[in-house]
Structure formats: C-alpha cells, structure tokens
C-alpha cells in the first residue's frame, strides 16, 4: 500500500498558493506569520475560557457540598430534643447563616465568570493590538 504523505495545513497551502502565483512586493510569509499569531491568540483565548469555566464548576462542586454537609449537621441538631424556643433560634440562625453563605458563593461565582471573560478579552485585545501595529509597520516600510 503507498504511503500517504501528511495532509497539508491551511497556512502551508495559502504558502504555497501566493508563492506559486508569484505576486509582486506580497509578503506571503508576514500574511502567514499574522494570521498564525491570530490563530494563536484565538486558541490561547479558548484556552483561558475553558479553564475559567472548570474552575467556576470545581468551585460551585465545593460550594454544593459544603452546602449539603450543613444541612446534614442543622438535620442532625434537630434530632437532639430541644424546647421551642431552642428550635426557632437554630432555625433563624440557619436561615442567616444560608443567606449570608449564598450572597458570599453568589458574588464569588460572579468574580470567577468575570476573571475568566476579562483574561480571554484581554488575549484577544493584545492580538488586536499586535496586529495594527503590524499594519503600521508595514505602512511605514513603504
């Protein structure tokens, strides 16, 4: 059986597509190397994306069971018998402790998303930046 060669990539076969048109004054090679620097800031931007998103799910996990094992401790006081006004006061202190828990886990969820989205703009926004001080560079060689 003949052996396949390696299927080429995009960028090789646009390489190959300028050189062999043989353009006057097109720089193939810097069109290549921008677009692989976009492509890359893409990709570095994915990357910071999905780890922010594994992140907030790793710590809204946590949060869960650390949700679950005071409802499984206030479960568990209930059982030890207590006068109704005992009774009341762990329920009100419950109630306080699961709002306040619920404000700290909501404004630390919000913190996480918005980290997560600033640090994938803030990729894309230095590509952005690279790429028109690229242009200019190439305005200025002419």
């Given amino acids: 059986m003949a052996k396949q060669t390696d299927p080429d990539t995009f960028l090789d076969m646009f390489s190959r597509f300028g050189r062999d048109l043989k353009l006057p004054n097109v720089d193939v090679e810097a069109i290549v190397s921008h677009h692989r620097k976009n492509l890359e800031a893409l990709e570095k931007s994915a990357r910071a994306g999905a780890e922010g998103a594994s992140s907030l799910l790793q710590r809204q996990r946590e949060m869960l069971q650390d949700t ?3 409802v499984t401790d206030m479960a568990q006081s209930y059982r030890t018998p207590g006068n109704p006004q005992e009774i009341i ?7 306080r402790k699961s709002f306040e828990t619920a404000l700290k886990n909501a404004g630390e969820v919000a913190e996480l998303v918005k980290k997560s989205g600033t640090e994938s703009v803030d990729i894309l926004r230095g590509r952005i930046k690279e790429a028109m001080e690229e242009i200019r560079a190439g305005y200025e060689k002419k």
């Fill in 68 to 70: 679950l094992r005071e």
């Fill in 89 to 95: 006061a762990k329920q009100t202190e419950f109630a």
